[in-house]
């Protein structure tokens, strides 16, 4: 091996990576073209450049393998929090809507109660009234029946009939229905034949025997003491704000029921969010692991 073998063999590797200026590169060329022996040095060694390559792609390759599944869970998890984000905005929005539309019907019901108030309260009132009347006495006599007269037309717009009962005549019935001496009670009526006297939109009525009860079975409220007892009937007009009254007491929508659907809106708003806090907090973990 010469000297130019020894001069080519060091620029070799200046030669593959094209650091040789061009006249060296003439050199080396000529003297390969020449010779075999280095002429087989230079195609191993480019071998070897090769080789080194496919192990730094490969080396790549698996040292970028976890950060692309790093990568990947990191935009899942965007994904999925974007996600929450809108749920959780949508449950708040509807929660308001819900919650605006509750109010409104909590209200209404509120004043439509306060309004049909008077429906309890006229019942003690028209009891109190005829029982002060009475009083003591064990008959009705002319005065106290024009003072019943004044009662009937004080409640006309609301009562058919106006009738008192001495409780002696009607203690059977009495004793079958004991509440109504607890207070006025809705009851089917007692027969109209028994009665001391009946008030009727035409004032006294004298034939007891031909009034006929009235069938509905909220239309009718009795009251009694030891003495007498109270009955009267409602007019057929005023049974609608009756039925709605009743209905409203005892089958109304509760404050739970009203409001509900915003309560259980508001809920999943704070279960969402909650949990899109905890996305949020996990990708800025992830977001500075990757930098």
């Known amino acids: 091996m010469g000297n130019k073998c020894n001069i080519v063999r060091d620029l070799l590797p200046s030669y593959i990576d094209n650091l040789c200026s061009k006249d ?17 040095v230079l195609e191993s060694m ?9 192990i730094d792609e490969v080396y790549k390759v698996e040292v970028k393998r976890p950060f692309q599944k790093v990568s990947r869970f990191f935009n899942g998890q965007k994904k999925l929090a974007n996600y929450l984000l809108l749920a959780t905005l949508l449950s708040l929005v509807m929660g308001v809507i819900f919650l605006f539309h509750s109010v409104i019907k909590y209200s209404e019901q509120k004043d439509e109660a306060t309004k049909l108030e008077i429906v309890d309260r006229e019942k003690g009132d028209i009891m109190d009234d005829v029982f002060h009347i009475l009083g003591s006495s064990t008959e009705v006599n002319e005065n106290e029946q024009k003072q019943l007269l004044t009662i009937y037309k004080k409640y006309s717009d609301k009562l058919k009939l106006l009738a008192v009962f001495p409780a002696e005549d009607v203690k059977d019935w009495l004793k079958e229905n004991g509440s109504v001496k607890q207070k006025p009670t809705t009851i089917y009526p007692i027969e109209y034949n028994k009665a001391a006297i009946v008030i009727g939109s035409e004032g006294i009525l004298r034939e007891n025997n031909n009034i006929t009860p009235s069938g509905y ?3 009718t409220v009795v009251m009694a003491n030891n003495r007498w007892a ?3 009937e409602y007019k057929s007009s005023y049974e609608q704000t009756i039925e709605r009254h009743h209905q409203l007491t005892y089958y109304g929508p509760s404050t739970w029921s009203i409001f509900q659907t ?4 508001f809920t999943l708003f704070i279960i ?6 905890f996305f949020k907090r996990q990708n800025n973990q992830l977001k500075d692991i990757m930098g």
Do not use: M
């Open 217 to 219: 079975d909220l239309g």
């Open 272 to 277: 969402l969010l909650a949990f899109w806090l």
């Open 24 to 40: 060296s590169i003439v050199f080396i060329e000529e003297h390969i073209n020449s010779c075999t022996e280095c002429r087989e």
């Open 46 to 54: 480019k071998n070897d450049v090769d080789l080194n390559d496919e």
């Open 230 to 232: 109270i009955q009267y």
């Open 262 to 265: 915003p309560i259980l809106l």
